[in-house]
């Protein structure tokens, strides 16, 4: 879609305020396409997040006419933010709807098994959500529209050292994501000089998180670099607060999952850094098509890569005329090769499916939201 004509469509989608069109009633002549999403548990504010961004993709691709002359049609399955029923939900996408593409999860450790399970099968996995190394090793129906945390770990390290801290503590969950943030960011950090003072992975679903702050805290860093997920990371900021950590910076690493269920006064001042929100002039047309539908803004940066991975997609299906998994598969390198035109900035894939130069964005929260910095 040439872009003067996607700013007409969103425009009229934001205007007009319309829904996706329900799944029966486009059964007959619809392109399916599915997406796995933890709508429940720690993690379900970004979800619906991300559902939201995918979404308006959905609503916007079908406003300008639909893909190869049938609308597109979203399955939307909650994965509870558990690997299993992720995994429960990839098989009925896979075998009993027979989608194509699956865009998510979003956890590394629920998206990584639940891939293996779709590249197995042929479909098309879209990662828009996780940023583990692992990733790289899915296989060719694998496409990542996010950057992943080698890439993420220097950008923070740059950003942290360049802060003048030379002595950090970490805090961050026991699973694929957390494991490969420890590790990545210890090694970029001491390759310049700094130290990582101490390190918590600490198991999720916990009531209290005092006795590990209280471990980092024994180490006397210059700063505390911590990532978590909404409702973890809501207890971990309230507990550091109470136990009067904040007279040290603290450092969130993917700012936007770190503080969307915490209350504002918790947070008020702290910095980090984030995947690459939307911007630019596609940017700020998505945003307020957003505003429009949804009566509220971003939740996080993550709807942004949601919602090109539904353009994306549209976009794959039309550049190869034609709907199965290998078509979609063939579609994404070729669009991927020349470079897709995404909110969150132009998508290219390297000879792995995954995204070339990642953008990334340093963050204040300050008055309530998240502000550059």
Known sequence: MKKRNWLAA?????????????????????????????????SATIGEDIRR??????????????????????????????????????????????VPAVIGEYSSSITLPMA??????????????????????????????????????RHAVRDTYGMGWRKIAVI???????????????????????????????AGGQSSYRREL?????????????????????????????????????????????????????????????????????GKAYETAFRARHKEGFKSAFNGYGYDAVRMLAAALTQAKGSSSADVQRGLKEVGAGGFAGVTGTIAFDAEGQRIDPPYDNLRYQGGRLVPR
């Not at 779709?118 to 529209?145: M, Q």
Request: hydrophobic share 40%.
């Open 10 to 42: 969103c425009a009229a989608v934001a205007l007009q305020g319309a829904l996706c069109t329900p799944w029966p009633a486009l059964a007959q002549a619809s392109i399916r396409i599915g997406a796995v999403l933890p709508l429940t548990g720690p």
């Open 53 to 98: 961004g995918i979404m308006l993709g959905v609503d916007e691709v079908n406003a300008n006419g639909g893909v190869l002359g049938k609308k597109l049609a979203l399955i939307v399955e909650d994965s509870a933010n558990n690997p299993t029923t992720a995994l429960t939900a990839a098989r009925k996408l896979a075998t009993v709807d027979k």
């Open 116 to 153: 293996q399970y779709l590249v197995k099968e042929g479909v098309a996995h879209v990662n828009i959500g996780s940023s583990s190394t692992k990733v790289r090793a899915l296989g060719g129906a694998a496409y990542s529209l996010i950057g992943l945390e080698d890439a993420g770990n």
């Open 172 to 202: 961050v969950p026991n699973n694929a994501f957390g494991q490969g943030v420890a590790e990545g960011f210890r090694h970029e950090f001491e390759k310049l000089g700094g130290k990582v003072l101490a390190q918590v992975l600490y």
């Open 214 to 282: 209280q471990q980092l805290a024994r180490s006397k860093p210059d700063a505390y670099l911590y990532s978590a997920y909404g409702q973890e990371s809501a207890v971990i900021n309230r507990e550091s607060k109470e136990l009067g950590l904040r007279q040290v910076p603290w450092y969130a690493y993917i700012m936007s999952m770190c503080v969307s269920d915490t209350p504002a006064e918790n947070v008020e001042g702290q910095i980090g850094m984030d995947v690459g929100a939307a911007k630019g002039e596609l």
